[in-house]
């Protein structure tokens, strides 16, 4: 029997098997209002079979997009449409999560396919902020760093954020906290340079983070899971670690959150990343076996044998997929077929499905 194809439960949420659609940005959106595309690109993964479809990196306020295509959800007007995806999704038997964002010193810039270089204000762009006056790269906008009060402003966006995903209709939040974000940018020594309650040791530069969770946390239910995606590694020396992550995770495990979604990287740029298929999957392992939280393995997972033997090898309790889903939406009922795990289809696909 296959092992991806069992259910997972966690809080009050059954899914139906171990495959996430990871957070994929779309660059679609118009003032942070989603449309059709992001009906057809979330919903089509649900009619695929995955038992958990996450919409993007959703930011929390109007500065907190990487991109001014990026969806929002800073303001009621966005909820309408987001709720007509997550019936969608429901429908078809999946659960609608939303990743909640703020891209920090990385945001303001063009979507990729157009460049993706720094917008200004005077072209499009806005005043980026982070924990401290460093940019990401040479070209880049130099970042403002953030006053005390200006933090706790955005930790207020978070939370009034989860509010307005729990009347959109979503059932799972990840707060991301990976990529070099403004979330992973207070937590790694290479981008966190402040000399107050953030900055400095490892229990202030994590403070930022345990905050946010503290504040959503108390708007979203109880019965409701709560996920953390973090960049297990900076893959460089002096950066944010293996061993951090593994601290972390123990914290976060005793502030509500249920999964940590297990990515690297993305906070500096000429890393070294020895890329090969689940070649993440480690983290996830290690933190794991030595926190007992769940973990979440993503990163080069492109075949239904990779993704069973992470699940039944005990490396993860769930498979969050993103290319992979880009080339095939229907990758889990072909992974299904694979494994033999006899998954149902939708009844208006069934004359399709081989015998």
Known sequence: MSTLFTPLKIRSIELKNRLVVSPMCQYSAEDGYANDWHLVHLGSRAVGGAALVISEATAVSPEGRISPADLGLWKDGHIDFLKRITSFIEQQGSVAGIQLAHAGRKSSIQVSWK?????????????????????????????????????????????????????????????????????????????????????????????????????VRSVWPEELPLFVRISATDWVENGWTERDSVKLASVLKTKGVDLIDCSTGGNITGVRIPLKPMYQAGFAESIRKETGILTGAVGLITTSEEAESLIAEGRADAVFIAREFLRDPYFAHRAADELKAGAQWPVQYERAKRK
């Open 115 to 215: 460049g993706g270089e720094s917008l200004t204000p005077e072209n499009g762009g806005w005043k980026t902020l982070a924990p401290s006056a460093v940019a990401f790269k040479e070209g880049d906008l130099v970042p403002e760093e953030l006053s005390l009060s200006e933090v706790k402003r955005i930790i207020g966006d978070f939370k009034r954020a989860a509010e307005r995903a729990l009347k959109a209709g979503f059932k799972v939040i990840e707060l991301h906290g990976a990529h070099g974000y403004l979330i992973h940018e207070f937590l790694s020594p290479l981008s966190n340079f402040r000399k107050d309650d953030y900055g400095g040791s490892f229990e202030n530069r994590i403070r930022f983070l345990l905050e946010i969770t503290e504040a």
